[in-house]
């Protein structure tokens, strides 16, 4: 598995042998935000998705507003 410190150093060398530019280097950084965007979103729908299934299962049942603001004050 590569370290996040062997991936800077084989960008930086990329930066070298292509001698990237400013906006080649923006595109780089837009590029990487996006697909950490994209990973958040896949993330939230998989969590969405667990915790509809698990209230439709009966795991969990509905509170009122003023119970979860007292239960989220308990944590």
């Known amino acids: 598995m590569m370290t996040l410190n062997q991936a800077l150093d084989d960008i ?3 930066d070298d042998i292509m001698q990237l530019d400013d906006i080649s280097r923006e595109m ?3 590029i990487l ?3 950490q965007v994209e990973v958040r ?3 939230i729908a998989r969590n969405a998705k667990k915790s509809i299934k698990e209230y439709r299962s009966g795991k969990y049942t509905p509170l009122s507003a003023g119970e979860a603001i ?6």
């Open 70 to 75: 007292d239960y989220l004050h308990s944590l």
């Open 12 to 14: 930086m060398q990329l």
């Open 28 to 30: 780089l950084l837009d």
């Open 33 to 35: 935000q996006k697909r």
């Open 41 to 43: 979103r896949d993330e």
